[in-house]
């Protein structure tokens, strides 16, 4: 069974760093892309970019390029989402998903909350 | 680049069929076949519905289908029943090699 499962809740304070991590299991993790999508609150879903584990090939949205960092280890079939100094707007909802294509996502993590707030 | 657009709210009844459009441009939509449908309930994680336009992943009601046409993509729904009262997203492969999301339209039924 393929699964995806997120780090858990994270409250940070304006300029902490952070690192989300999302596990695949049940699929050969460096074979497809893991996409990042955030939703903030009451809001919809933005596409922030995508990583293929197996050569780390990475591709980021516009709106989000220079704001995060993605990263793999497919050692441990693990992906990433990192910040170096978070601010409050980066309150959100961010879910990982899988994909065989980048314009497409069969399977999703349960989502990881961000707050951030002083 | 700019989200694609969604209307804010649909709404149907049991039994009808209802489409929501989701339109781009020559750079996105118009220019490959690469759009997605997802559907969100509160709380929930999004779920794959349509890809690639119009086909369907395994497990999900052939009561859903997608088109296209020029650079307005199409989600119909059939007999619309309670359970598929939801948010629903669009997305399409664009010319800068990433994806963008329509802003996402709100199901009723009523």
């Known amino acids: 069974e393929v699964q995806l499962v997120q780090s858990g809740a994270e409250v940070k304070k304006p300029g902490e760093s952070l690192k989300i991590s999302c596990k695949g299991s049940?699929?050969?993790?460096?074979?497809?892309?893991i996409g990042w999508v955030r939703q903030m609150p009451g809001k919809g879903l933005e596409w922030m970019g995508v990583?293929?584990?197996?050569?780390?090939?990475?591709r980021y949205s516009p709106s989000f390029q220079g704001q995060v960092t993605i990263s793999a280890d497919k050692s441990i079939s693990a992906a990433y989402l990192q910040w170096s100094s978070l601010k409050a707007s980066d309150t959100a909802m961010y879910y990982c998903?899988?994909?065989?294509?980048?314009?497409?996502?069969?399977?999703w993590g349960q989502g990881t909350l961000v707050t951030v707030s002083s | 680049q700019s989200a694609l657009t969604q209307p804010a709210s649909v709404s149907g009844s049991p039994g009808q069929s209802i489409t929501i459009s989701c339109t781009g441009t020559?750079?996105?939509?118009?220019?490959?076949?690469?759009v997605s449908w997802y559907q969100q309930h509160p709380g929930k994680a999004p779920k794959l519905m349509i890809y690639?336009?119009?086909d369907r992943p395994s497990g999900v009601s052939n009561r859903f289908s997608g088109s296209k046409s020029g650079n307005t993509a199409s989600l119909t729904i059939s007999g619309l029943q309670a359970e598929d009262e939801a948010d629903y997203y669009c997305?399409?492969?664009?010319?800068?090699?990433?994806?963008?999301f329509g802003g996402g339209s709100k199901l009723a039924v009523l």
């Open positions: 020559n750079n996105d939509i118009g220019d490959y076949n690469y």
């Open positions: 690639d336009v119009s």
């Open positions: 049940g699929y050969s993790f460096a074979s497809y892309w």
């Open positions: 998903a899988r994909g065989s294509r980048i314009s497409s996502f069969d399977y």
């Open positions: 997305s399409s492969y664009i010319s800068s090699a990433t994806v963008v």
């Open positions: 990583i293929y584990p197996a050569d780390s090939e990475t």
